[in-house]
């Protein structure tokens, strides 16, 4: 049998085996806690429920799916360490041995590589999207249960300490049912936060280090020589979060919460910090009469510590030194003690090094010493970088609320005012350096909130420089005048200072371009942005790592020379849910081309954000093939990308898949920029995907926009009690309206997928691709020849291809069942039945053949949790009904569990 596809069968039957053994452990628990009627229910085949109360049946199933979620992952590492075993590491397609095989392909100079890795940056951002349904208690034992799943891998242990090994699992598999999955009230900002923060400190610097030892081993395969103990040769990783600074329609998010999480994540760092400069002063006892320590090491333990007045007398000097660098660090909460930025501490490590390789200790250093150091490059004394996002609209509300305040003329029709009076007024605003208002305290709402979160932002500048700060982020950025609003307000924060070239802002700014017109218009609001005299004076200071407090150092030394970067944040929601998913994938495209080629004009770099949610309708994808979807250009200035509710525990939560998550988005962003990777479109392509974009939105909106349609979508999937949930700590509508466009799309796509319809991951391509090669038929031809060369095309229809297999027609038609009235069921399963049989079958010839024979792994994985997967979705509809029939806070618990065992068995919410 050959090698890949004995590696996938060995895969499968590990996969089941593992599955096997732990239904057999979850039986005997719920057998020996009295539960016995349950234990039936395990059964693989089983889609009988028989006489099991409904919350019963979620509760066993969703362990169940946790169960085969955490298999499939420990498999799917541990056929990842068989590729490495069998040398066949350069088949693991995404991974640092993939690219750099590919890469060395085609034979670029050794420099070119190792300055690209240099150069290359990924920017993991964590948000508080309500996209987690479960317990963070309940993630944490699933995490020890995954991680007593990979210990039994080792086959030294003897059948008594295996037996033991069984009983602290079924010990696990007891809590998870004594403790229930399902979040009994609505998470606030504080305990997201506290989540989020458990990520950074205790996830992150494992992975990162785990993922840099895979590159190191990855490098040395190639044979590539290179400085191993530079970090600065390393790809850059930055971590960022969403977590108490997004309060886009989210009003719990206020000024205070913001300082509170500045400060918190500080803490972090400083705390993570000391627990790892302690554990490298244990490691350097060495003694000084072994090897004789350096001067300049002794000199600055004095000027460390001014209270040894003789370091020669220190028996252990190495180990002291890494002592007088802990006990520096800041303390207090301005930080006002020893080391006042990453960088001094960073010098004395470099200063620790150096003094072990002189002493011929130089595996000591690289061990102990660097991986610290690469603590400090990556998360600072800052831990993650905290962004600030707010609508576009709330801060029209708070700009004409301040212009009241300055007794401005016609400010309380500022909104309605057109965009040429606007900008001019804003412009001839920006060149003063006047505040609005001169008391904050009573201005009104909006404009107190507003500017009261920014001026938190300011007093962290001042005190501890930027590198905590990210990104304002204008979500619904429609103008440039969006984008001068914004600048308006930090000039009433204090984020503002007049120079010599004008007035700057020391934050970056960045567009959010979400539905498919803001994609369309992104080019000509980005060049007009990029024109003005505010953006063009604070892109120099913007720029630069500005570490340092302004209170402590002063105004920066600006290198005119340096690039200039610019970001622009991407929406993958919005555009799909207003246009179809083949229309906002087009749309993303095309808008990034024209954006980089725009900066080029400009000589400035878009660094792109890419706002992917965790399921095909919002952006989500293979990381891998999303980084070679990209357009040529759009990973050199660095990449951001988000990593939203449930997919950070799934990315995230243990630290080999952490660390292999990194290794696909670090190796990812460089290696398609050497690569010889064909992902810029011919003219007949471009020509094909414009007739497809437009043909697709055209037939997706026509759905949406059917009489009724609102009628049967509320009543065909569970979106009424998706509302009522407790998933996220943010409201399910921007506004409270009930309609289409004021619901976000997280719980449009959630209730989609709940139903089995998945229809906005799909709907539209059947037609479309139909109607070119009836049309078009050789621009048919050359999009089919392209499906395995174009890496956009072949992204893109995998994600198509995995929407629509996981769709299912008899589920479809039970929650069809639902909708009261006969002509509008009927009418809206038909043209959504219809859609999906056209997709498949021109899906299957563009793809050579259907999916079961080409990705028989996925296949395999995704059918097998069918039966249970039909048994929860009739009780769902059930429950449902019911319901929407009483009201009761019974019933709709019962349709929460329900939700949230789907959930766990389709392994994706929103």
Known sequence: MPFFEQHITTGLEKIDQDIDFLLACTSEVLEEIGEPELAPLLKRDNSEAGNVPPEKSAQVLSIAFQIMNLVEENVANQGGRRLETSQQVSSDTGSWGYWLKRIQETTPSKG?????????????????????????????????????????????????????????????????????????????????????????????????????????????????????????????????????????????????????????????????????????????????????????????????DPSCKDATAIEEPWKRFAEVIRENLPRSKKGNKGYRQPSGVIADLHLLKKSLEEANAARLAKTYVVPIIRFLDTFGFHMAS???????????????????????????????????????????????????????????????????????????????????????????????????????????????????????????????????????????????????????????????????????????????????????????????????????????FNAQSKLIALGKKHGVSIRFF?????????????????????????????????????????????????????????????????????????????????????????KYRSLLHEEDFLTFYRQATPIDALEQSRIGSRPSRRSGKPSLKDLRAIPWVFSWNQSRFYMPGWYGVGSSLAA?????????????KSVKTWPF?????????????????????????????????????????????ATREVLHELMNGPLEKRRPRFFTTLHARDKWLDLLHAQQIELLASWRKSGSEADLRCVLQSINAIAAGLRTTG
């Not at 944040?569 to 179809?580: I, V």
């Not at 988005?665 to 010889?676: D, K, M």
């Not at 070119?772 to 089919?784: G, I, N, Y």
């Open 772 to 784: 070119l090669k009836s049309e078009k038929p050789d621009l048919f031809e050359a999009l089919k």
């Open 112 to 304: 070119d590589l190792l300055e690209t890795i240099k150069r290359s940056s990924v920017h993991p951002v964590l948000t508080g999207h309500p996209t987690e349904a479960k317990r963070p208690s309940v993630l944490a034992q699933h995490r020890k249960l995954y991680q007593l799943l990979v210990e039994l891998e080792n086959q030294m242990y003897t059948p008594i300490e295996r037996g033991e090994f069984r009983e602290r699992i079924k010990a696990i598999i007891e809590i998870i049912w004594r403790s229930g999955e399902i979040l009994v009230e609505k998470p606030d900002v504080a305990s997201e936060r506290d989540n989020v923060l458990n990520y950074l400190r205790e996830k992150f610097p494992v992975a990162i280090e785990i993922s840099d030892a895979r590159f190191r081993a990855a490098m040395a395969r190639a044979e590539i020589e290179w400085d191993e103990s530079d970090v600065s040769a390393y790809p850059r990783i930055r971590l960022g979060s969403w977590v108490g600074g997004d309060r886009d329609g989210h009003p719990f998010v206020t000024a205070q919460v913001t300082e509170e999480t500045f400060a918190q994540l500080r803490g972090a760092a400083l705390d993570t910090l000391r627990r790892k400069l302690k554990q490298l002063s244990k490691e350097m006892a060495l003694s000084k009469l072994f090897q004789s320590p350096p001067a300049y090491l002794l000199e600055r333990i004095i000027e460390l």
């Open 386 to 588: 905290l962004d600030v996002r707010q609508n576009s609209g709330y801060h029209d509300r708070a700009m004409s609320q301040l212009m009241q305040a300055a007794g401005i003329p016609d400010a309380e029709n500022f909104s309605e005012w057109s965009e040429e009076k606007r900008v001019a007024f804003l412009s001839e605003e920006l060149t003063r350096a006047r505040p609005f208002a001169q008391d904050h305290g009573q201005l009104e709402l909006e404009a107190r909130e507003a500017v009261g979160s920014l001026m938190v932002v300011a007093n962290q500048v001042r005190d501890y420089g930027r590198a905590a700060v990210g990104q304002f982020v204008i979500s619904m950025t429609r103008s440039l005048s969006d984008l001068l609003v914004m600048y308006a307000l930090c000039r009433e924060a204090g984020l503002t200072r007049m120079t010599d070239k004008g007035m700057i802002c020391l934050i970056p700014i960045s567009p959010l371009f979400e539905t498919l017109d803001d994609l369309q218009n992104s080019e000509g609001i980005m060049d007009a942005f990029l024109s003005h005299p505010v953006t063009k004076a604070s892109l120099p200071w913007q720029n630069r790592d500005l570490d340092e407090g302004f209170a402590h150092y002063g105004e920066p030394v600006l290198d005119p020379s340096a690039p200039l970067t610019q970001e622009a944040m991407l929406g993958y929601s919005d555009s799909n849910k207003d246009s179809g998913i083949i229309a906002s994938q087009w749309g993303l």
């Open 610 to 698: 890419h706002g992917r949610g965790g399921t095909v309708s919002r952006g989500a994808g293979p990381t891998h093939r999303f980084l070679e979807a990209l357009p040529e250009g759009s990973l050199t200035p660095g990449t951001r990308v988000t990593e939203q509710g449930e997919v950070i525990a799934q990315k995230y939560g243990n630290f080999l898949t952490a660390a292999r998550s990194l290794e696909l988005l670090v190796a990812g962003s460089v290696g398609p920029q050497l690569s010889e990777s064909q992902n810029t479109p011919t003219e007949e392509l471009t020509e094909a995907m414009s007739f497809l974009s437009e043909y697709s939105a055209e």
């Open 793 to 837: 095309l072949r992204y893109v229809l995998y994600n198509v291809e995995n929407s629509v297999e996981s769709a299912d027609t008899l589920m479809m038609k039970s929650y069809a069942d639902l909708v009261s009235d006969e002509s509008i069921r009927d009418k809206f399963f038909k043209l959504i039945t219809d859609e999906r049989a």
